[in-house]
């Protein structure tokens, strides 16, 4: 399988970020992975020069400075390459009713519920890369 170039995780959460960093690394989907603990962190990686493009970004709902929501809504903002440029999954333990109403307009390409595991993994790459994880 070809490898995603860059992988962003975006989480507040330290232990959500070593596991799903590892896993991902383990299943050999990516050599590079970078970690934001807030949307405004992320936001930051993602306006540097030259522009730093993950061809995905696994994003959290709930985080302190900014959301997840809240910074869905700034890259609405950015330029529509960039945006083309990175699919973005949001990845919850629940979500409320006003978030998932929120989210509708919003650019991401789904959602999956956490914990990340090698099924959620092969489903996004197949929805979304056209890959899929070697057999076991």
Known sequence: MEKLPHILLVDD???????NEHLLKKLNVTDQVR???DGKQ??????????FEPALLLLDV???VMDGIQFLETFARLPQAQQAATV???LT???DSSDL???NDLPIAGMVSKPLNREKIDMLLKLH???QLPGE
């Open 93 to 95: 333990t629940s979500m």
């Open 62 to 64: 709930n985080m302190p």
């Open 13 to 19: 959460d330290d232990t959500t970020n070593f596991l």
């Open 129 to 131: 890369f056209q890959r």
């Open 88 to 90: 973005i999954v949001m």
């Open 42 to 51: 992320a936001l930051e990686m993602l306006s540097q020069l030259p522009p």
């Open 101 to 103: 109403a929120r989210i």
């Open 35 to 37: 970690v934001a603990y």
